[in-house]
């Protein structure tokens, strides 16, 4: 492949990434309603959730939102199949427990699982909150939709408890060497900023991960 087709394809995929990056911090924040005590949590979820659905800026930012999860898996695709094409004999002598060779080899079994938790996600509650898909939600004392109640009866299925908790390992990684990546693609080459580009990914990795994963937990207790 051309050099500048690949280095094309590789700042789509770095630039979506970090987009969809700065999605996760937000979404984490607001997720994070849910750890508060009930009653708080419920007005507080549900009134962010109508904003959501509601508010035309964010409206808009979600649609890009979801172009950039569309680009970002059909790039990485494309380098994917383009990478085992290339070189065929790197994946005979891999050696597990060579971690970070192990994750950047894996990007393409990595973010498969990540595609099916979105997919999943999505079809919990994004089909049902944003669509009306399945069964009706009640709205709450103050007329906003349940959203919070379509959250807590999930996470009292402890499948689903597991499967988002699990779930959150193939992000962690995923999120740890593509930000790494994200930022050599996008210039930080010499050694320092090596070094530092490698802290930031590995804390938002960590933060992210047992940020998401311990919310279902919490939920479960509750
Ligand atoms: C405990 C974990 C999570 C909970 C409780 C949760 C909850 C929700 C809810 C209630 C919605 C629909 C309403 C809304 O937009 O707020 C939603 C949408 C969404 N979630 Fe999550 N989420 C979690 C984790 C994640 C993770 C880890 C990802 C990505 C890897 C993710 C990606 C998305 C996306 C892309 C949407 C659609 C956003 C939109 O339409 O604007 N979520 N999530």
């Not at 700065?22 to 109508?50: C, D, G, K, M, Q």
């Not at 349940?146 to 995923?174: A, C, E, Q, R, W």
Request: hydrophobic share 50%.
């Amino acid at each position: 492949m051309a050099a500048n087709k690949l280095v094309f394809r590789k700042t789509i995929i770095a630039g979506t990434g970090l987009f969809l990056c700065l999605f996760l911090i937000v979404h984490l924040s607001a997720n994070w309603i849910l750890l508060l005590p009930e009653e708080t949590a419920r007005e507080l979820y549900n009134s962010y959730a109508t904003t959501l659905r509601e508010n035309l800026f964010i409206k808009s930012i979600s649609y890009i939102l979801y172009a950039f999860i569309v680009l970002h898996v059909i790039y990485a695709l494309l380098i994917t199949i383009h990478n085992r094409k290339a070189k065929p004999q790197k994946y005979v002598v891999n050696h597990f427990l060579q971690n970070s060779t192990w994750t950047s080899q894996n990007m393409g079994l990595i973010g498969t699982m990540i595609l099916l938790f979105i997919v999943v996600h999505l079809a919990n509650f994004w089909a049902r909150v944003k669509l009306g898909m399945g069964e009706i939600i009640e709205l709450d004392a103050t007329g906003n939709l349940d959203v919070y109640k379509v959250t807590f009866s999930l996470f009292h299925n402890i499948y689903y408890v597991i499967f988002y908790t699990v779930l959150m390992i193939p992000l962690g990684l995923h999120l740890n060497h593509g930000l790494k990546s994200a930022f050599k693609t996008l210039g930080f080459y010499h050694k320092k900023g090596l070094r530092i580009s490698a802290k930031v990914s590995l804390i938002y990795a960590v933060i992210i991960s047992i940020g998401f994963g311990v919310i279902p937990f919490f939920v479960y207790l509750k």
